[in-house]
């Protein structure tokens, strides 16, 4: 974009761009420009929905949600909240989004079926990062249709996973990824665990393990709108690095029904994995048991359900696990 694209976007909204996005937008990368989703009979430009790279593409998407009744969430309708400026789109109804005011830089994920915004990204320059990954897995995957939403990159399959995510551990690991799975609010067991990995000639793993809960615990300290401080970014990106080098991710064991990670950090938070996707309602009351067995899963996000199914996940034993 130019500085004449930006002040459109600015006098057609009416609102003021914050600088962080002014500046990634006046140079928007040439990569991310060059990516391209395929879906077999067309490819489809990654600034045409991850990060918009045309001033009418971000005027269009704005607009629209501005208009009277929006459907916020299934059944109910209400305003656009004004301080939310959408960025970009996933091609199934969902959107990216940035805050226009206050310091935060982060990139959020409004879900327009729960109607809420989650943070998805720190920044946007690490939003490129995902948007990048999720395209190269996007394109190694079987070509489905144009509103298929892109799903994160696994991690790199040259890396050979450790014996806890392919599932083959002996009895004093087992020991340790039970305390872990009983107890998947408190951080002791897990740094347990790291020691147990760091004794075991894993120090990559325990490393991620004491990053992120670190990292976590900055997190929760820290102001909800404040930017990340630079020992944030630090532990934000040596998690990443980490993650990119083994194949925690893909190791994990095959569920029918269920999909591992997803989010930044590919699902692992404090040091394992913890978002599934399930296909639907009969997938969690009858897999699940599957899924908390071989991680401390407490995110999961449905690809359907009904009323029906939502009823049968209410009364299942399994939901106490869930926080979100």
């Not at 009744?69 to 789109?89: F, M, N, Q």
């Not at 982060?106 to 943070?119: I, L, N, Q, R």
């Not at 692992?268 to 048991?289: I, K, L, Q």
Request: aromatic letters at 8%.
């Amino acid at each position: 974009m130019t500085e004449a694209n930006v002040a459109r976007i600015e006098a057609e909204l009416g609102v003021t761009l914050p600088v962080h996005y002014r500046e990634f937008v006046l140079a928007y990368p040439q990569r991310l420009r060059d990516a391209k989703m395929d879906f077999g009979s067309e490819q489809r430009p990654a600034s045409d929905s991850f990060l918009f790279d045309a001033p009418r593409a971000v005027i269009d998407a704005n607009r629209a949600v501005r208009k009277p009744g929006l459907l916020v969430t299934d059944g109910e309708t209400g305003p656009w909240p004004e301080g939310y400026l959408i960025v970009g789109k996933d091609g199934g109804g969902n959107c990216w989004c940035i805050k226009l005011a206050g310091r935060s830089k982060a990139v959020w994920f409004f879900d327009h079926e729960e109607g809420v915004f989650s943070k998805q990204s720190k920044s946007l320059a690490d939003h490129e990062r995902y948007a990048l990954e999720s395209v190269a897995e996007f394109n190694r995957s079987e070509p489905l249709t144009p509103n298929r939403a892109p799903q994160p990159a696994p991690i790199s399959k040259r890396a050979k996973p450790s014996r806890s995510a392919a599932g083959g551990i002996g009895m004093a690991e087992r020991k340790r990824l039970k305390a872990v799975l009983a107890a998947p609010d408190d951080d002791a067991p897990r740094l347990e665990y790291a020691d147990w990995f760091a004794a075991n000639d894993q120090p990559e793993r325990a490393e991620l393990i004491r990053v992120q809960i670190e990292l976590a615990r900055l997190e929760e300290a820290a102001e909800p709108d404040a930017d990340p401080t630079p020992e944030e970014d630090r532990l934000y990106e040596r998690a990443e690095e980490l993650l990119a080098e083994h194949a925690w991710y893909p190791g994990m064991p095959e569920v029918s029904g269920v999909q591992w990670g997803g989010g930044p950090h590919h699902g692992f938070e404090r040091g394992f994995m913890t978002r599934v996707h399930v296909a639907d309602a009969d997938t969690f009351c009858s897999r699940m048991g599957e899924v908390f067995a071989a991680a401390p899963v407490t995110e999961v996000r449905f690809d359907d359900a009904d009323d029906e199914g939502v009823a049968a996940v209410a009364g299942s034993p399994h939901l106490a696990r869930v926080h979100d």
